[in-house]
């Protein structure tokens, strides 16, 4: 007994999630797969504050 509101509830979460359709930014989509960069992600290539020029080297572990 009570199994019926949580399988309803259940179903009706099931469905909304098979046939929702969220608002797609296509023009976002179109920057990633044309491979536009924002430079955000790219490493510097100004390495004189290195000691040694490994720009992850500041990031090592000394021990």
């Known amino acids: 007994m009570g199994r019926g509101r949580a399988k309803a509830k259940q179903t009706k ?3 909304e999630l098979k046939y929702y ?3 797609t930014d296509l023009s ?7 491979g536009t960069t ?3 992600d790219t ?4 390495d004189s504050d290195d000691d040694d020029g490994d720009y ?3 990031w090592a572990d000394d021990r």
């Open 13 to 15: 979460v099931a469905r």
């Open 21 to 23: 359709s969220p608002n």
């Open 28 to 34: 976002a989509l179109e920057r990633e797969l044309h």
């Open 38 to 40: 924002t430079g955000i």
């Open 43 to 46: 490493v510097p290539t100004d």
């Open 56 to 58: 992850y080297a500041r």
